[in-house]
């Protein structure tokens, strides 16, 4: 399985952006998916997850602001993000949010919020 995230960018602080991240490969429809970011000197942290049946979770700090979405049709999980804050810049990635069905990394999207 191959993971590419795209649709990062610069935007203001309380702009929004949509990430699009596809998975090629594997059986996507079963499997459950999340967004993960990364900031700079920082672990990587999961930040939404939605499950193979599309019930959602979100992290405390994007709760509210963000929305996880899939099309199975067309192997895409979604991230769109509204409010952005400075801190939510970081480089987003999707994966499987168990470690134990997790796929080697993809590059990640950089997402860049100035104040």
């Known amino acids: 399985v191959q993971l590419q995230a795209s649709g990062g960018g610069l935007v203001q602080a309380g702009g929004s952006l949509r990430l699009s991240c596809v998975a090629s490969?594997?059986?996507?429809?079963?499997?459950?998916m999340g967004w993960y970011r990364q900031a700079p000197g920082k672990q990587r942290e999961l930040v939404a997850v939605i499950t193979s049946g599309g019930s959602t979770n979100y992290a405390d700090s994007v709760k509210g602001r963000f929305t996880i979405s899939r099309d199975n049709t067309k192997n895409t999980v979604y991230l769109q993000m509204n409010s952005l804050k400075p801190e939510d810049t970081a480089v987003y990635y999707c994966n499987r949010p168990s470690s134990a069905r997790r796929v080697p990394w993809g590059k990640g999207t950089q997402v860049t919020v100035s104040s």
């Open positions: 490969g594997g059986i996507f429809s079963i499997n459950d």
